[in-house]
């Protein structure tokens, strides 16, 4: 058995996989470079296989670093089945329909603005081609076994976000596990991860291989943020993703108003694809913790806004007040016309409320940068850039190390490391090495695996 690290070879996004064996080949993952530019040019670069010899592709979860690359494939005449968890299905048709609508929108800007090389920009994909890839997905529930020629596989529960798995294969008497995202054992939302199987090699995320969450209490912390923002008469933005990022800050907020230990202002979920995302949390309401009366009280608290126009009229709004739009690294979306209205104004909070790659609009304001480039202008920032704490959907290296002792592991189990910055992947070797793994790696881009 051969695998390729096609993607999220020593970065956090792009994440591919291809699995060959025998006459069989399966591609896990198959998801969209984002952050520095000459990763995002990968995504219109061939990319070095033969689809018509691919059987089938299967999905860890929905995020676009792993889903958002599908379309292209699609567009390229992959017609093979793309198997997930239901849930993931349930939210790759809102992700990766959003994702196509936003590369027309943002192709469109720069054509009519003359912005950038080309005067005709084409989207990678457009929406059409993005829901047409629906029509290959196939369920595939926790722990249900699919035999694909000579390989066995399943998913088992990973936390990190609904849907989300780790994937166990076998073949040629071999077994490898994918662990996908993996989330924290005291997430707020989601259950903890499956501890593994005994494997004879796992691929091993890394996103927070150098650095352990910071301790401070969510709540505690957005209840100052709002305090502070509301005193100085300004505008909270929070940049979030819509998949399982905007609902937890939505449960904060409201939660610390049914408490009275914020003021009562209004806040606005901007965000078609997180209000839908939010319809989907209550369709598979076993595979949280959240309840329903939960989810009734978010509703009735919040103002969903569907429309353009809806957005627009946000500026007429009297401070103070919250925004919540997408997305969450601040690449796209209607986060980006706030900012451009918002940044300017040192009363307005900026609430970061996760990771933020390397080369994002979001790593860059993280890091102080006092003007940042949208839709083609330099927006000054003079606005206070907070990071929000405790919502992080992926376990720290001490978690991951937990999750590792918790599962049937032996020492010699090789571990190959991708899905991490350079600095993240460096360091989650050592710590692994430390606690007494003897074969830890780091994945290369193109690097051929022998099993």
Known sequence: MKITLLGGAQTVTGSKFLVHSGDTRILVDCGLYQGYKWLRERNRQPLPLDIERLDAIVLTHAHLDHSGYLPVLYRQGYRGPVYCHPATRALCEVLLADSGHLQEEDARFFARHQLGRHEQPEPLYDRATAEQSLALFRPLEFGQVLELGGMRLHLQPAGHILGAGSLILEAEGKRVGFSGDVGRPGDLFMYPPKPLPALDLLLLESTYGDRRHDTTDPFEQMAALVRETVAGGGVML??????????????????????????????????????????????????????????????????????????????????????????????????????????????????????????????????????????????????????????????????????????????????????????????????????????????????????
């Open 238 to 451: 929070i940049p979030s993703f819509a998949v399982g990022r905007a609902q937890a800050v939505q449960y904060l907020l409201t939660t610390l108003m049914e408490q009275d230990r914020i003021p009562r202002i209004k806040i606005f979920l901007d965000s078609p694809m997180a209000i839908e995302v939010g319809e989907i949390y209550q369709r598979f309401a076993d595979q949280h913790k959240l309840s329903r009366a939960d989810c009734r009280r978010m509703g009735r608290a919040i103002t969903r806004v569907h429309s353009v126009e809806q957005s627009k009229a946000l500026a007429e709004e009297i401070y103070p007040h919250i925004i919540i739009a997408g997305s969450g690294m601040v690449t796209g979306g209607r986060i980006l016309h706030h900012m451009k209205r918002l940044l300017p104004d040192h009363r307005t909070t900026l609430v970061l409320t996760g990771f933020q790659a390397g080369g994002t609009r979001g790593a860059k304001l993280q890091q102080g940068a006092e003007s940042v480039r949208i839709h083609g202008d330099w927006v000054p920032n003079r606005a206070r850039i907070q990071t929000l704490h405790g919502l992080s959907g992926h376990a720290d290296y001490v978690e991951l190390q937990q999750w590792l002792a918790a599962s049937a592991l032996s020492a010699d189990t090789p571990i190959q490391l991708v899905h991490g910055e350079p600095e993240a992947l460096e360091a989650m070797r050592d710590h692994l090495r430390r606690s007494g793994s003897r074969q830890v790696e780091i994945g290369e881009y193109q690097r051929i695996l022998t099993v």
